[in-house]
Each structure stands twice: as structure tokens, then as C-alpha cells.
């Protein structure tokens, strides 16, 4: 955990922040070089990477105001939109991203399905950015585990805190307990969906736009299981289901949705051609 990378006087580099960052960057630059094999214009891609990732993380921030509004204090107002401190919550991102993608698109006469097929493939690239930053700032961390690779975070960290005030270390520890490292397993698991959803659009692409339903569908299923390994206390109002998981379920859901929409869509414009 190194949260803080550099700070001088009242200016401070935050882990959390610059990989988010970087994966922006990172992200943009795979983005921009496809729009140009694809014979669009690269710098409609920035400007839809700009917006989307001012509004999404709006959302993202909003989103974990409504889920944890005990975090948040008019007693401290600069908490409220200090993201670099952590505390967004990735889902609440899709609907104001969606919005603006859209508007975007008809203002500029852009196909959207397939710039969505530029732009989708990146999304999870540059989350796993985001969530080796989580790692660094120790916040969205694993339930206690025995396992060879578990971690534990150093004091102050928001598990040893949890862990502190639940009684199950000592005040003075240095370390919290042994827990999994669940910003890895989601970096990972973010990997793995970027390239099988490049591997797809280079190698199947049944329809344009596929790679959104996909990727919703990818991510939700994936986002599903790792709740089932995290441990810091996200919301539960449905049973034993974490409000995450019916997120999830929600986003395979409208995934498959949009997908049958599509072939429709498809099989409807080859009958009438």
C-alpha cells in the first residue's frame, strides 16, 4: 500500500489518482489508433474519452454517496469530491458515460454501434489501472483468508481499520489480518475481458455494437463472483445478495437484452435490402 507517492508542501501525488491516469491515457491511445485502421476521426474518440471520463466519474461518485453516505460529513465538504482519496463506484458510471456517449454521437452524425465497437474493448484496459490503484490505496480489499497469497495492509489502511474496530486486532498492531487481494483478482479478471472482447471483435463480430452487450455481460458475471470474496461490508439490501450482485445481475440482464436487440436490428436490415 503507498497511497501517497509524493507530496510537496500542500501538493500531493496520489497512487489512486495516477493510475486512473494512466490508464486513461493508455486506454485513449488503443482507442485513437483503431479509429484510424476504422477511417474515423481519432479526436471525436478523445473528446468522447474526455467526456466520458468527467461524467463518469461524477457518477462513479455519486453513486457511493447514495451506497455510503455515512463516509461523508458537511464536516469535512472537500471529502465529498476528493476522489483521489478513493470511493467510487464503478456501475454508477454506465448512465451518465451512456448519455453523453449517445448525445455525442447523433450531435457529431457518428454511428454509434460502431464507435461503440472502437471505444467498449478499451473500457475494462484502463479499469484495471483503476483497480491496481485501489490495491495502492487499500481501499475495495478481501475477506480474511489463509491462502499463499494474501495480503494484509499496514495500519491506518481502511482493512486494518475495519479489522481494528470489529475487535479482531489489537490497537497497537502494525498489520491488518491476512485477507484476499481482490483489487488484483479484479485487475486480472479486467485483463482477461479486454482481450477476449478484442480477440471477439477481430475474430467473430456478428453484429456492430456487440461489444458493449459483451462487455456488460463480462464484467457482471466477473463482478459477481469476486463480491462473494470481498470484505469491506458493501451494501446489502437483497437478501444475501450484496446491492453489487444485483447490479450485476441487472447489467447480464440488459446485456443479453441489448445483444437480441442487435441481431434483430441486423436480421430486419438484411430483409429489407
Known sequence: MLSTLIKIGPVSIHSYGLLIGIGFIVSLYFMRRDARTRHFNPDHVTDLAFWGL?????????????????EYSWSDPIGWIAVWRGGLVFQGAFPPVILVFIIYCKKHHLPIWKMADIVCPYIPLGHAFG???????????????????????????????????????????KWSLAIHPTQLYSAGGLLIIFLILRYLRERWHPVDGFTFPAYLVLYSIFRFVVEFYRGDHNPTHFGNLSDQQVFCLVGVGVGVLIYAMLIRRKKTSSQHS
Open 131 to 173: 483497480r491496481l490503484g485501489c490495491f495502492m490505496h487499500g481501499c475495495c480489499f478481501g475477506k480474511t483468508c489463509q491462502l499463499p497469497w494474501a495480503v494484509s495492509f499496514p495500519a491506518g489502511s481502511p482493512a486494518w481499520d475495519l479489522h481494528q474496530r470489529m475487535g479482531l486486532i489489537p490497537p497497537d498492531a
Open 54 to 70: 468527467l461524467w463518469g466519474i461524477i457518477g462513479t461518485r455519486v453513486f457511493h454517496i447514495l451506497l455510503f453516505p455515512s
